[in-house]
């Protein structure tokens, strides 16, 4: 009863659900990109549990994020890793391999995807989650649970999209891309020479968005020339 009572849990909860929404965008944009090529029951599995187990690796990021933060090129590579997956992403979705294994297969692929990117643009982002938990673990846990569902709501809509509309997996992936430049300068060695929100971060952020779209679209390029009959 005094936890429910607490006004400052209350404030700290809001911060926390609050944050999740406004970072949820990209995350559930990442979902929606593993999750496309793959059949109806296998998206609902691939989306719920890449969703939670992220949140549950969102959680113990999240304790030792300061730390993290400090690591001399951890946030370069998780940049350049988030690259890959924005142009294996832009690439996948035209194999035609129905069988079961295959099928399974491309489940567990999609759900590695999730995690491995959510926990990538998730580095910087915890550590706002962090500072509204204010050490209550208790609060960081229900904080981040309620997201699980707009989390889920999010890409379910936007496999909806892009479903309909094949040019918001293009932009799917720029968004990546974006991201993964953003967090390639921001990294501790790298951010003292291009600090936040300068023309350099910006001009990082628009060249990874660039670098994935083009380079997913090579690939595909050349993945349809193969499969052509010559």
């Known amino acids: ?74 946030q370069l590579a998780g940049g350049v890793l988030l690259l890959w997956i924005g142009v294996q992403l832009l690439n996948e979705g035209d194999d035609e391999d129905s069988g079961e294994e295959a099928k399974q297969s491309g489940l567990m692929a999609a759900i590695r995807t999730i995690l491995v990117a959510d926990l990538v643009m ?47 997996v293009t932009l799917g992936a720029a968004l990546i891309g974006w991201v993964g430049g953003e967090t390639i300068v921001s990294d501790k060695m790298i951010e003292p020479i291009v600090p936040h929100h300068s023309f350099g971060f910006y001009a990082a952020a628009v060249l990874g968005a660039v670098l994935v779209v083009a380079t997913g679209k090579y690939l595909q390029g050349r993945k349809a020339s193969s499969a052509t009959p010559a």
Do not use: H
């Open 1 to 74: 009863m005094e936890l429910l009572s607490n006004q400052a849990f209350w404030i700290g909860l809001a911060q926390i659900i609050w944050i999740n929404i406004i970072l949820s965008g990209d995350n559930a944009v990442v979902i929606a990109l593993a999750a496309r090529s793959l059949e109806p029951r296998q998206q609902k599995q691939a989306i719920f549990w890449g969703t939670a187990a992220a949140v549950v690796l969102r959680v113990a990021l999240t304790i030792v994020a300061v730390k993290l933060m400090q690591l001399p090129w951890l």
């Open 122 to 168: 998730s580095l910087d982002n915890v550590i706002g989650v962090a500072a509204a938990a204010n050490g209550n673990m208790a609060l960081l846990v229900l904080g981040l649970a309620i997201a699980i569902p707009i989390v889920i709501f999010g890409s379910t809509l936007m496999i909806k999209i892009m479903t309909r509309y094949p040019v918001i």
